[in-house]
């Protein structure tokens, strides 16, 4: 973002969270003297503890009241918190005092979505201070780039009303735009493990290249997954923090049991582990050989031919219309194939066609 510098002082600090109860808060917001409205933010302890330390200390000494939100770039940001703004020059607001405290940089997994809450900072990764920004759209090249420590609960349509201000050549607003700050308590919810997971438990025939899925759980911000090849995942070989409900993994072996699991993450709290799920992967792909890829003038009928897999019973094979091989597109789906070879009568003329074989073990 741009221009900042504000304050830290942990020693100092009065915020008495609970184990990690997410604080809550109020900014209220004046334009020109008259009441806009009130954005009520949460905070994300368990995510960012030091900048929530920091803002909340900031909160606890009133040091945001009548300070401006001095930046407002529709479809980007609202940015504020620049002691400057409170009665310096215009030309001042955003470049922050010196001798401030600065938070160390807190990147995390936390995207920057509409409603985001995060910290301004200049060009060094740890200068953040007393300025911060609200996301007025997705912003998500600012992931992993800048400390998100919070969101919007109530009264996105202010910051809406606020990022179409009237503004000047600096995205300053023409009128000032004032904030009050107070916190109004905490929010101590455990939340929910999630559910509905795939691959489900048992799976077998998993591809060895595999997105992992799961259902939304309610108040998530994060989730966090481990993935092993024994049950209780002392050999973890995956594992992260996604903000999404579903990872990928690439490199699975063949004809191999794994075991996985899933957490939520509300910002304050971490739910239990989901229960633990396993699945087997299947053979490799087979190696297509003929038609190549991307041929033409295919006669018909046309004989289809792979490389014979290792430890394969049979083989399955698809012929589609559509490279997603949707259940409308298949034209040819034939199973228990014996051999490495299959004749493809029913095909029509100057059409493009899309195949694919996998092995089988087993009846």
Excluded at 29 to 45: C, D, N, S, V
Excluded at 83 to 93: A, D, M, Q, V
Excluded at 252 to 270: D, E, S
């Amino acid at each position: 973002m741009k221009k900042l510098f504000l304050s830290l002082s942990l020693a100092l600090s009065v915020l008495c969270l609970n184990a990690q109860d997410k604080p809550q808060y109020d900014i209220v917001t004046y334009r020109a003297g008259t009441l806009l409205g009130t954005i009520h933010i949460e905070l994300f302890p368990l995510i960012a503890p030091l900048h929530v330390q920091n803002f909340d200390t900031l909160v606890s000494q009133s040091f945001y009241d009548s300070t401006a939100f001095h930046r407002v770039i529709p479809g980007f940001v609202i940015q504020g918190g620049d002691p400057n703004s409170r009665s310096g020059p215009k030309s001042t607001w955003g470049f922050g005092q010196p001798g401030q405290p600065t938070v160390n940089a807190e990147f995390n997994a936390v995207s920057h979505r509409r409603g985001i809450l995060s910290a301004a900072r200049s060009s060094n990764i740890n200068s953040a201070t007393s300025q911060f920004f609200i996301c007025h759209a997705a912003a998500t090249n600012l992931d992993w780039q800048y400390s998100a420590y919070g969101r919007v609960l109530t009264g996105i349509e202010i910051v809406d009303s606020i990022v179409f201000s009237p503004r000047d050549g600096n995205d300053c607003p023409l009128q000032k735009i004032e904030m009050f700050v107070t916190r109004t308590g905490y929010q101590d919810t455990i939340p929910e493990a999630p559910t509905g997971f795939v691959p489900m438990d048992g799976a077998t025939g998993v591809a060895q290249s595999t997105r992992f899925q799961w259902d939304p759980a309610f108040d998530a911000i994060l989730y966090e997954y481990e993935l092993s090849t024994d049950s209780g995942f002392s050999t973890i070989i995956s594992q992260g923090l996604s903000n999404d409900t579903s990872f990928v993994y690439n490199v699975l072996q063949p004809l191999t049991t794994y075991y996985w699991k899933v957490r939520t993450n509300n910002g304050g709290y971490n739910s239990t582990w989901s229960a633990t799920h396993s699945f087997q992967t299947g053979l490799p792909g087979p190696t297509l050989v003929s038609p190549g890829n991307g041929s033409s003038g295919v006669n018909i009928p046309v004989t289809l031919l792979w490389n014979g897999l290792s430890g394969a019973d049979s083989y399955h094979l698809q012929v589609a219309r559509s490279s997603s091989f949707s259940t409308p597109s298949i034209v040819l789906d034939v199973d228990s194939i014996n051999d490495t070879t299959y004749v493809a009568a029913n095909l029509n003329p100057n059409t493009n066609y899309f195949w694919r074989v996998r092995g089988r073990t087993g009846a």
